[in-house]
């Protein structure tokens, strides 16, 4: 299979852009839709549609739905509810704004400019707090059965799920934390990256190692590091050929299933989550037809 955003499955560039957009009261977004389009090659422009705008479109998306605020613990998550996400992906920051301000033109009849989150890469593809961020993400033919939708029919075969979720580093409490509590809390070894063996329960792998999981529930990371004056972060993103797998994770990170919360909570909380459905491509641009576009 090959008519999935190739933006997806490649590595993360060097920079990027993530553009967020809700739907303009009584708009109708089919035009506008329609000069993303013109612009969204899947690469250098990864788009994804949430929920507010599929229905609007009058379709229906079998999966796709609101990122939610509970998954069973007390903790409440934000959920923001994006219409629109276009992940610009480059090595030039120039490029990428003029990129971006294109797609903005192109779409400002029915949208409006949420959010922009600047990301790059971080020491060779580390987190802010050094640790080394997709090591266990799946390769080859494992990340593409993970990441993208098989034997749904044409216009949805390739389409892809993606959970992404902004996290706003507390970088004073992480500093105030041993190293060695550190290294429990992501459950590797910053300086080497070795997984801990006797790693606590609340620590980040542990609460999400994937095979760990009945079914086993991959997921394909593609997270950037973003700043913003002086706050920083990650910008947390996921795809999957559904929303199980990450949710299945989140559970119990939040402390569903045990009561044990995953340890990243002491010094990072997310300030954002969206689902958005990334719709596969067809002779070289995206491939709408299951909206009927
Ligand atoms: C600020 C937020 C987060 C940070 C800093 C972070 C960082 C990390 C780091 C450093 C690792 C170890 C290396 C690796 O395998 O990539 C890791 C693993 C992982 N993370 Fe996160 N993560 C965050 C949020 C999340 C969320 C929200 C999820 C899913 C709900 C998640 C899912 C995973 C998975 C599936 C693994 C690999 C586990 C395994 O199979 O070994 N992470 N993360």
């Not at 999935?4 to 809700?22: E, T, V």
């Not at 700043?227 to 402390?255: H, I, W």
Request: glycine fraction near 12%; proline fraction near 5%; charge should be positive.
């Amino acid at each position: 299979m090959s008519n999935y955003q190739p933006g997806i499955l490649a590595p993360c560039p060097k920079l990027a852009r993530y553009l967020s957009f809700s739907l303009e009261a009584g708009s109708k977004p089919g035009r506008a839709i329609r000069a993303l389009v013109e612009l969204a090659d899947g690469d250098s422009v990864v788009v994804g549609l949430g929920q507010p705008l599929v229905r609007n479109l009058g379709g229906e998306i079998a999966g796709l739905r609101v990122f939610p605020t509970q998954f069973g613990s007390g903790l409440i998550l934000p959920s923001s509810a994006a219409a629109l996400w276009c992940w610009l992906r480059g090595d030039d920051r120039g490029k990428l704004l003029h990129a971006g301000r294109k797609i903005i033109a192109a779409v400002s009849s029915a949208f409006a400019l949420d959010s922009v989150i600047d990301g790059f890469q971080y020491d060779g593809g580390r987190d802010l707090t050094g640790f080394v961020d997709g090591t266990e993400n799946p390769k080859g033919r494992k990340a593409s059965a993970a990441a993208f939708v098989h034997g749904a029919g044409a216009g949805l075969d390739g389409s892809s799920f993606a959970a992404v979720q902004q996290w706003i580093h507390d970088f004073q409490r992480f500093e105030a934390m041993s190293a060695k509590d550190q290294d429990n809390a992501v459950g590797r070894r910053r300086s080497d990256n070795k997984e801990l063996t006797g790693a606590p329960r609340s620590s980040h792998v542990k609460r999400t190692a994937q095979e760990s999981f009945s079914p086993e529930a991959f997921i394909l990371r593609r997270s950037m590091p973003w700043t913003d004056g002086d706050a920083g972060g990650l910008n947390f993103v996921a795809f999957g050929k559904s929303f199980d797998a990450f949710e299945a994770q989140l559970k119990r990170m939040v402390g569903a299933e045990d009561g044990i919360t995953d340890a990243l909570f002491k010094f990072t909380r997310p300030v954002t989550g969206n689902y958005f459905w990334c719709p596969p491509m067809a002779k070289g641009g995206l491939d709408l037809r299951a909206l009927g576009l």
